[in-house]
Structure formats: C-alpha cells, structure tokens
C-alpha cells in the first residue's frame, strides 16, 4: 500500500501519516512534487525486458511524454536475486539531487522516496501504479530495500537528466530504512 510519512528533518518521530491517495497526492503538491496513480494492472513476465514493459504501458508511457516533454524514457528492473542488487541500494541511500525533474511511475513491486524539503523529511512509499515526480534540484534519497522487488519506468528530458548530484549531507542516516 502507497504511504506518506511526514517527519521534521531533526527527528524521527513522524508528525503525520497518510495513506488514501488524494491525502498523499495533496500534501506533496504543496512542496512541488507530483502524485498520482495510475493505471498499472499489467501483469509482468519474469522474463520481460525494457521493451516489454514499455510496450505493455505504450498508452501511459505516451501520454506522460506528451504532457510533460519528456525524449527519453527507460526502465529498471530489479529483483532479490539480483547480483548487484546490495550495490544498487546502497547507490541511492545518500541525498542527492538531479539537474531535472526525476518521473517514475512503479509496474511491479514498491520502493521509497524520501523528500527533503525545507524542514522536513517526506517518506514516499511507492507501489505499483504510483506515478511520482520529484522536481529538479529536490534533496531527496530512495531506498529499494533489503530485497529489492520493483519495476519503475523512468522519463528524462536528456539522457544525463538521472545522474545524481550527492549533497554530502548525512540525513538519510537518521531515518528509518524501508523494510517492505
């Protein structure tokens, strides 16, 4: 299930929880991020690659490029018996930011975005049919757990737009890890 966890920046204790998508969806646009659900009941093959995905989800990839100008678009897809899978986790845990907005909408499994915005920390958790959007320059981190389970595609302005800026800042160590 999508959950919101709001916390202040300084502290654990969270000071709200959310978990009906309109409650999500309005509490993050007041810090500029996009929140909505979307249609994702196409079940994926073990086997099923980039193309796979992209074609089950033609209508919606589509229709998010038209409205927001996106040229690339691309997936990650990671399972629990992945081989980098541990490497992979720990590459996002620290905050970072991006020079463009980072869009992802989730086809299978969960993850979680973790905000940081003025004062405080917004713990998103991700699962499949959630369509996020995390605006350009937003401190943010994203943890995919211990046993990773998730397919996300992914839309980029420029091909370079992903590559993560890491602030230094070792905030993402006061907080909880995501345990699906």
């Not at 038209?66 to 905050?95: C, M, W």
């Not at 915005?117 to 998103?124: E, H, N, P, S, T």
């Amino acid at each position: 299930m999508s959950s919101l966890t709001i916390y202040q920046e300084s502290s654990p204790k969270p000071l709200g929880v959310f978990t009906e998508t309109q409650d999500i969806g309005r509490e993050l646009k007041s810090i500029g991020v996009r929140f909505r659900r979307v249609d994702a009941s196409v079940a994926l093959p073990d086997g099923a690659g980039q193309d796979e995905v992209l074609a089950a989800y033609r209508s919606v990839v589509d229709a998010e490029k038209a409205e927001h100008g996106y040229n690339t678009v691309d997936v990650v897809r990671i399972k629990p018996d992945a081989p980098n899978a541990a490497q992979a986790r720990q590459k996002f845990l620290s905050e970072h930011t991006h020079t463009e907005d980072e869009s992802r909408i989730m086809v299978e499994g969960s993850g979680c975005f973790y905000l940081h915005a003025a004062d405080k920390v917004f713990q998103v958790v991700c699962t499949r049919g959630d369509l996020i959007s995390v605006p350009e320059g937003m401190r943010h981190w994203f943890d995919m757990g211990p046993q990773p389970l998730f397919a996300a595609i992914r839309f980029f302005i420029r091909p370079d737009g992903w590559v993560g800026n890491f602030t230094g800042n070792a905030i993402a160590d006061l907080f909880p890890k995501y345990e699906p």
